[in-house]
């Protein structure tokens, strides 16, 4: 079975002063064996990706390490409105937290949120981190500016509903949710859907199951599934950290996800909680539309959708090794994967050198 190049549109690459956690390689490495072709960097980076300087030296990093192909967001700081506008063409949209989570870029008050909406060019994207109320304000944001507005990792039956509201005003919003979301509850167990599909889930300490949204409740859940129809994508929002960061006495939040996503919606389709089109539409087209992606040519993901695997953290790609989904018993797996006319991956090992992978913006 072919599916087309998929886009993973929320990934923390790291790379620099954290490549400990995680590098361009090794993350690029991590999303073609999970079939992504194209990620999406996000810029809660060490230094912080939040001028032309710093963005100048991620886009040297990438340039010289990626194995996929890639965009790079610019990060929204308190003074920065205007001075990051004048950069928006290099990079593949802005990103504003608007709560804390893992680094320093939360955006304090409403003049900085004001400000960006306005500075930025109209015909380029913004995404949120913006949890509970933080949806409703950085949606009006959005209106105000005359403008679209990205949520990322939809976590709550509240924030999706009122998604939907908004959508059924035909305002511009569109969102994302990352699998975590969608299997895993608040005590880190499976959620109901996947109960009969999960074997031996790892029991894991609190600390690792930190992430930011936090896991949510089986009603929550719930809702995300009811509300399957207002989701454009599906992003993993791979946030990796090392084993001994979790078990630290101050554990980061954050979950590597790229290996385990795909096969994750793809046992999902095989247990009929939805269709192969309906992750194609989250996984291609949608964030394909949403933030302008150019076509891949001669590019294709092979899948062995009868394939009965259990991801190991220990063995994959990305640099932390482990993974919230550890001995699921999963069916559906990458077997190799085509970019841009050259055989990239083979199923267990990646076929080209460091610095394959190509800037989508140029
Ligand atoms: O859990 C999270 N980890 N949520 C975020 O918003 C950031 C991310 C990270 O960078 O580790
Ligand atoms: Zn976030
Ligand atoms: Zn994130």
Not at 61 to 90: P, S, T
Not at 271 to 293: E, K, V, Y
Not at 308 to 331: C, D, H, I, K, M
Not at 351 to 357: D, E, F, I, M, S
Request: hydrophobic share 45%; aromatic share 6%.
């Amino acid at each position: 079975m072919r599916l087309p190049g998929l886009i993973d549109p929320h990934v923390h690459v790291r790379d620099l002063n954290q490549s400990h956690k995680e590098d361009w390689t090794t993350a690029t490495a991590a999303a073609l064996a999970g079939g992504v072709t194209t990620i999406l960097a996000m810029p809660n980076t060490q230094p912080p990706l939040v001028d032309a300087a710093s963005l100048t030296l991620y886009e040297k990093a990438a340039k010289a390490k990626a194995v996929c192909d890639y965009g790079i967001f610019l990060g929204a700081g308190l003074h920065n409105a205007a001075a990051i506008a004048v950069e928006a063409r290099r990079g593949i949209g802005l990103k504003l937290y608007l709560d804390a989570t893992f680094g320093d870029l939360k955006l304090p008050g409403l003049d900085a949120l004001v400000a960006h909406f306005d500075a930025w060019p109209k015909d380029r994207p913004i995404v949120a981190h913006a949890e509970e109320q933080q949806t409703a304000a950085v949606i009006l944001a959005a209106q105000l500016a005359g403008r679209g507005v990205h949520i990322c990792h939809v976590a709550r039956r509240a924030e999706i509903e009122l998604i939907r509201r908004v959508r059924e005003r035909g305002l511009n919003v569109t969102c994302e949710v990352c699998p975590h979301h969608l299997f895993l509850i608040e005590s880190a167990r499976p959620a109901r859907q996947f109960e009969t599909l999960a074997r031996g889930a790892r029991a894991w300490s609190g600390a690792y199951a930190e992430v930011r949204p936090r896991l949510q409740t089986q009603a929550d859940v719930d809702a995300l599934w009811a509300n399957l129809d207002v989701i454009d994508c599906f992003a993993t929002d791979h946030a990796p950290h090392t084993m001994v960061e979790k078990e630290s006495q101050t554990p980061p939040p954050g979950f590597p996800g790229l290996e385990t996503a795909l096969p994750l919606w793809l046992t999902a389709a095989h247990a009929g909680l939805l269709s192969l089109d309906d992750i194609i539409a989250r996984m291609h087209t949608g964030p394909r539309r949403i933030f302008n992606l150019p076509e891949q040519p001669e590019t294709l993901v092979e899948v062995d959708l009868d394939a009965n695997w259990a991801p190991v953290g220990a063995r994959q790609q990305t640099r932390a090794a482990w993974s919230p989904f550890e001995g699921w018993a999963l069916r559906g797996r990458v077997t190799g994967v085509t970019l841009r006319g050259c055989r990239v991956y083979d199923g267990e090992n990646i076929l080209v050198q460091p610095g394959y992978g190509h800037n989508v913006v140029g």
